[in-house]
């Protein structure tokens, strides 16, 4: 159990282009999930916490009208990566937390990597 | 501020030797702290907490709060181990997030 998918796994877009990604738990409800950006052989960067039925929280330095999100069910966050410019490559990962679990795992996505052109 | 510092980029040790990650954490009050692994290829997963005091995969962890660390060890590495490595803090009360620290690509060669 606690499987969390990402869709797309991979993603080539031109620049300017907007790109969405979505965060699904399979086999659970999400109380919360997270979005994290990482650079190759790097920390993750945690973007934004999103709560289903509210608005994101995001970290300093993060733009909210450049990501997106929307976490419209207990299962399901998306990220939406608007005008995307080459500087926005990176791999996206979500996590989620799940309701009522002990110790309030995360279990994170396979991850999207996101290329702009 | 909350921070976590992983001193090594990357760890190289041979098959059998003991390894030790270090994990350092600067948090005003009582931080939960866990070890994440990342084998090649695959999603991020979780490999110790601090609170349940277990013994994964051969790795233990015992947090030290005088010196604020957190340091993984394993006495007999394994090839299988070798995947990059990340300690991750997490505050009360702010909502579960996590910290992560820069992690550390640990090799173990044959």
């Known amino acids: 159990g606690a499987v969390v998918s990402q869709h797309p796994s991979r993603v080539i877009c031109k620049s300017g282009t907007s790109v969405k990604i979505e965060c699904r738990s399979l086999?659970?409800?999400?109380?919360?999930m997270f979005w994290y950006r990482q650079f190759p052989k790097q920390s993750l960067m945690l973007m934004a916490t999103s709560n289903e039925g509210s608005k994101a929280t995001y970290e300093q330095g993060v733009e909210k009208d450049k990501f997106l999100i929307n976490h419209a069910s207990l299962t399901l966050s998306t990220l939406t990566v608007t005008s995307a410019h080459p500087e926005d490559s990176s791999f996206y990962i979500c996590s989620a937390t799940r309701q009522g679990g002990i110790y309030n795992e995360q279990f994170f996505g396979p991850g999207t990597r996101l290329t702009v052109l | 501020a909350q921070r976590v510092t992983q001193p090594e980029k990357l760890l190289s040790v041979f098959k059998g030797a003991p390894v030790e990650l270090k994990c350092n954490y600067s948090y005003s009050g009582s931080p939960e702290l866990f070890w994440y692994v990342q084998y090649s290829r695959q999603r991020l997963q979780l490999l110790l907490r601090?609170?349940s005091r277990e013994s994964i995969k051969g790795f233990t962890a015992d947090l030290n709060k005088g010196e604020t660390s957190f340091h993984l060890k394993k006495p007999f590495a394994q090839e299988e181990d070798s995947a990059m490595y990340y300690c991750a803090l997490r505050g009360y009360n702010q909502g579960g997030k996590l910290i992560f620290g820069q992690g550390t690509e640990l090799s173990v060669k044959p």
């Open positions: 086999d659970f409800q999400a109380t919360t």
């Open positions: 601090h609170i």
